[in-house]
Each structure stands twice: as structure tokens, then as C-alpha cells.
């Protein structure tokens, strides 16, 4: 009986091992190889051949033969699709060591794009997103040598180093009218993927940076201490998927199944029709039914783009942000008899309703720009607001002392909960928004009668 592989994805540059946004699922080691009918033809091998020999006899330094074969492979595989890769014996390793989420480097997911390194996304509190890197950014240098000309696998391997040491790295962003340099130092980054905490009136917000094998279960344990620490019953949730650029694919269904009831979660389709997988939804949602808002943007790949597909086309959640980065592709990794692995492109994934992001992405149902809300002295009124208890001869109120204190907390914590709002607005617009959106929800959800129970 063959063997399965189950291969999770490396997620961070700094210690990458291929491309971005890479789904996984199980490999069987003895998959049969291709029928004689499809074999390489004798002349295309006597061209492989006679390029080998040229290269060795007349290249202007002397090349062995180790070398030039493992060239070939990388660029036999690295030029099927930017997500599929070559990895020898210590990538490999490497790679499996990452998927723990515990890693050393910079804590960013890149991608090639037309011979430079482009950022997909930072990870949460890590040197990238500390030093200010975006998703788009294209790393351009690393400390004096340009990206110009590397692999993919060779700048990553430039960007790695031991804790505590340093590196330069110069950024080309969009609209700005010269590059940037950032000076980092390397961490040993132990990356928590799911982060969570109460927001006003009984709104969950729980944040998801990768997708791992231990997000699954590190959902639902942060969900339930919310609900055990919250002073009131969880009125509704946002789930943060920005910047989240994928991962484990076992991780992105049992977050859709969290909160599906019914229905497949995802399709996967190969190029043979036994290739087909469908993952479908479990009873159960550990919201109840609760109003739900989904946050997006660019860098959001893969994994999370499953999650956010799922939830859309399920109408479980109302889905808010920008476009998604549009990765409709399953990689599978292939161990190797010599140690290493191949990771190659297998499949192609399909949301509940049978449509493709590949390319296109994942729409939000309400698009948000993303803004940056900057305090000014604007902001400060000249005065505090008159009210009808400051006009000269204004009736008073009758109701008893009991009463007015119940309303003068009241506003004492409408005043509390106004300035946490603009605090939020100012830090994290997007955020603001959701929840303004899903306050909506479930004011629109109780005056229907059908409360979250």
C-alpha cells in the first residue's frame, strides 16, 4: 500500500522555501510514473545531452556535472508555474522545521516577479511588518547585492541568518518616487497564527496570520476564552484575514467548518478526474448563527482566500476590505529519493458556488479603501456641546435619584465607547469599518427576532 505525505507549507521568508501561498495536501510516494507513450523522445534527451557537454567543455569556468544536473531540475520545475520548486536535501528540512511555526528570519512570504523578490505579505510581529514592509513591495537588494539574477532560493538563503544579526534590505514601492532602505535584525520568529479579543457591545474580533497545523485548534480555544472571559454573551465576530497569505489546507477547512453548517467548503480538481476532492462542512457553528464580518485585502492568498470563499458563497458572512491576491492553486510536495523535494503545482481549488479565484481573487461584498484616520487639533471641539439641562429654566426631571445615576453611567460609558471608536478609527480603519458593518448586522438580525442564541 503506498505511503501518504502529509507536507505543510513554509510561510516565511527569511527562512522560505518556494513561492507564496502554498497549499498542501497528502502525497503518495509510489504514485505511478508516467506510461511509455508519454516518455521523453530520443532526440529532445540528445539535445539535453549536447547542451550538458557544451556548458562543460566551452562555459568560462569549469562546472561539475552535480551542478549542472541540479540546475536543470530547478529550472525544470521553477519554470512550470512561479509556485512550483526544486528543493535539495537542506531546503527540504528546512522547510519541514518552518511549518512548526517556529523559524529564524525576517517573518515575510515573497514570491518572484519578473527577477526580483516580491513581498506577498508580512507576518504579525515580526522584523517585516515591524520595519514597515507591505504586501507589493519588491525587495530589490539584500545588504549590498541585487535580487537581479538570484533564485528565488538564493535570496531567501540571503535573507536567513542567526538571530540577533542584521540586514539591509532595499524596497521599490509603488508611488513612491525612490526606493527605500530598511535596516532589520533577524528573529527567531514564533509565530502565534491566531489572536483574538472582545471589542465593544459583545463583538469577538479573532485575527488569523497563517495558516498552520495547530489554527484549527487554536481558533476554537481562543474563541472559547473570549466567550468565558466576555462580561456579555458574543453578539457577533470579525475575522481578520488581511495579510494572511496562506498555508495548510487541512487548517483552511476546519476554519470554514467552524462556521459552515452544510455544504462543501472547497473543491479541489486535478488534471485526472480521480484527482477531485471535496471537503464539506460539519454540523456545527460555534457562533450560533451570530452575525459575521470577514476583512480582506491584497495580501490575502491561498488558504485564506478558501476560508473567505467559503463564508461568501455560503452567505455566512458578509466579506469587507479589497480584492484578494487571487491564488487558485494546490501544490503538493513530492519527497525525493535523494533526500530532497519537489513542489509542484497539482490542482486547481473551487469555492462552493464552482468558481475560480485563480487570477481574480476574492471580491468583498463592501469594498473599503484603505485610509489612515490622523488625529489633528481640528478634532477638539472650542467647547463642550450645549444640552437642554444648560438652558436657564429648563424643566427638571422627576424620576427618581436611582434613574438620573443609571443614566449618567450610561453616558459615562457611551463617552467611554466613543473614544475607544476613534482610537480604533485612528490605528485601524479597517477594523473600525467592520465592526460599524457588523454592528449594523446585528441590530438589523435582533429587530427581525432572530437574536444569536
Known sequence: MPRSYRVPLALAAGALLGAAATLTQSVLADKPQSTATDTLGFRDLQTFVEILNRVKADYVEPVDDKTLIENAERGMISGLDPHSAYMDKDEYKDMNV??????????????????????????????????????????????????????????????????????????????????????????????DSVRGRMLDDGIAYLRISSFTT??????????AKLQKD?????????????????????????????????????????????????????????LKGAPMVVLINGGSASASEIVAGALQDSHRALIVGTRSFGKGSVQTILPLSNGGAIKITTARYYTPSGRSIQAEGIQPDVPIRPLQIAKTDDDKPD?????????????????????????????????????????????DYGLYEASNILRGLILSKTALGDGAN
Open 98 to 191: 518552518i511549518t512548526t511555526g517556529k523559524f529564524g528570519g525576517l517573518g515575510i512570504e515573497v514570491q518572484m516577479q519578473d527577477g526580483f523578490v516580491r513581498v506577498v505579505s508580512p507576518i504579525d510581529d515580526t522584523p517585516a511588518a515591524k520595519a514597515g514592509i507591505k504586501p507589493g513591495d519588491l525587495i530589490v537588494k539584500i545588504d549590498d547585492t541585487p535580487v537581479k539574477g538570484l533564485t528565488l532560493n538564493e535570496a531567501v538563503d540571503k535573507m536567513r541568518g542567526e538571530p540577533g544579526s542584521k540586514i539591509k534590505l532595499t524596497i521599490v514601492r509603488e508611488g513612491d518616487s525612490a526606493p527605500k532602505v530598511m535596516d532589520l535584525t533577524r528573529e527567531t520568529i514564533s509565530v
Open 230 to 286: 466576555s462580561k456579555t454573551p458574543i453578539k457577533g465576530m470579525v475575522l481578520d484575514l488581511r495579510n494572511n497569505p496562506g498555508g495548510v489546507l487541512d487548517a483552511a477547512v476546519q476554519v470554514g467548518d467552524d462556521f459552515i453548517t452544510h455544504g462543501p467548503i472547497v473543491t479541489i480538481k486535478g488534471r485526472e478526474p480521480e484527482a477531485r476532492r471535496e471537503f464539506d462542512a460539519k454540523p456545527g457553528d460555534i
Open 383 to 427: 467647547f463642550d456641546p450645549i444640552t437642554e439641562a444648560d438652558l436657564k429654566g429648563s424643566l427638571t426631571n422627576t424620576d427618581d435619584k436611582e434613574s438620573q445615576e443609571q443614566r449618567e453611567k450610561d453616558a459615562a460609558e457611551r463617552k467611554r465607547q466613543a473614544e475607544d471608536a476613534q482610537k480604533l478609527a485612528e490605528s
Open 214 to 223: 495547530e489554527t484549527g485548534d487554536s481558533l476554537r480555544k481562543q474563541f
